[in-house]
């Protein structure tokens, strides 16, 4: 620096020759100590995106040594829908009912004041075609649950099939 200019600043410039390709790069000086933090938070994050990624839907559980699974289509579903009640009186809403054969199991549906909707429910296996007998549940399939009274025999159907079906339960799951 000269003493015309005492606060430049002074740069240097590296320049490359014509023949070669590369340029001139510099790392800062932390990269190498945060490199391992960055691959630990970029795994964390891809963990919790694989997770995330989970269904609400939990199967009805079955032991698979003994689950022969039907060959060909599955058989259509039923779509069941009705009223409800607990202890003679309509059932309260926002309460959990679900519907099971053997191996197959229908998703969960929320209950409205007295009546539940969308219960869709069909055979997975040779076992519920055989048995053919439908539970309802009012609880969780991981909790507390209570049986309904009525059950309901399973039979082919040519086509997806609204079926309304008024239940019964003796009390509320005590959970």
Same mark, same amino acid.
């Given at each position: 620096?000269?003493?015309?200019?005492?606060h430049?600043?002074?740069?240097?410039?590296?320049?490359?020759?014509?023949?070669?390709?590369?340029?001139?790069?510099?790392?800062?000086?932390?990269?190498?100590?945060?490199r391992?933090?960055?691959?630990?938070i970029?795994?964390?994050?891809?963990?919790?995106?694989?997770?995330?990624?989970?269904?609400?839907?939990?199967p009805?559980?079955?032991?698979?040594?003994? !689950?022969?699974?039907?060959?060909?289509?599955?058989?259509?579903?039923?779509? !069941?829908?009705?009223? !409800?009640?607990?202890?003679?009186?309509?059932?309260?809403?926002?309460?959990?009912i679900?519907?099971?054969?053997?191996?197959?199991?229908?998703g969960?549906?929320?209950?409205?004041?007295?009546?539940?909707?969308?219960?869709?429910?069909?055979?997975?296996?040779?076992?519920?075609?055989?048995?053919?007998?439908?539970? !309802?549940?009012?609880?969780?399939?991981?909790?507390?649950?209570?049986?309904?009274?009525?059950?309901?025999?399973?039979?082919?159907i040519?086509?997806?099939?609204?079926?309304?079906?008024?239940?019964?339960?003796?009390?509320?799951?005590?959970?």
């Open positions: 620096m000269s003493a015309q200019y005492p430049a600043i002074s740069i240097k410039i590296r320049s490359s020759d014509a023949n070669s390709s590369s340029r001139a790069t510099s790392t800062h000086p932390a990269w190498p100590r945060l391992p933090h960055l691959i630990l970029i795994a964390a994050l891809l963990v919790a995106v694989i997770l995330g990624c989970t269904s609400d839907v939990e009805t559980p079955y032991d698979r040594d003994l !689950f022969t699974p039907i060959t060909g289509p599955p058989p259509l579903p039923i779509i !069941f829908a009705g009223k !409800f009640t607990v202890a003679g009186e309509p059932g309260p809403a926002d309460q959990t679900y519907a099971e054969f053997i191996h197959g199991g229908s969960n549906s929320t209950t409205l004041e007295g009546e539940y909707v969308q219960l869709i429910l069909g055979p997975v296996s040779v076992d519920d075609i055989e048995h053919g007998v439908i539970g !309802f549940y009012l609880g969780t399939r991981e909790g507390d649950h209570v049986k309904a009274d009525q059950t309901w025999e399973w039979s082919a040519a086509q997806p099939t609204n079926q309304v079906l008024d239940l019964s339960f003796p009390h509320l799951p005590d959970s």
